[in-house]
């Protein structure tokens, strides 16, 4: 099995919060707390070098975090 290479992304859906590699159509994780679900997409974008990408509850998103190889040269 090949690990995928896209960015990570923590989701709302149902009742559970749950993380996925974007362009997966299964979650990787399934968590009771949006909390929980953070820290484990944190963990996973860090271990894979690519960005995690975190949506609230309408599925907007809420917040970036490259953990990768950033191209922007922004300060902050």
Do not use: C, L
Not at 37 to 48: C, E, T, V, Y
Request: no cysteine; hydrophobic share 20%; net charge positive.
């Amino acid at each position: 099995m090949r690990a995928v290479k896209g960015d990570i992304e923590t989701y709302h859906e149902g009742d559970q919060w749950k993380n996925r590699a974007q362009g997966n159509e299964r979650a990787s994780s399934t968590h009771s707390t949006k909390a929980e679900a953070q820290q484990a997409g944190r963990d996973m974008a860090r271990s894979r070098g690519v960005e995690h990408v975190v949506k609230k509850m309408d599925g907007t998103i809420g917040e970036r975090n490259s953990y990768g190889n950033d191209p922007r040269r922004s300060k902050g």
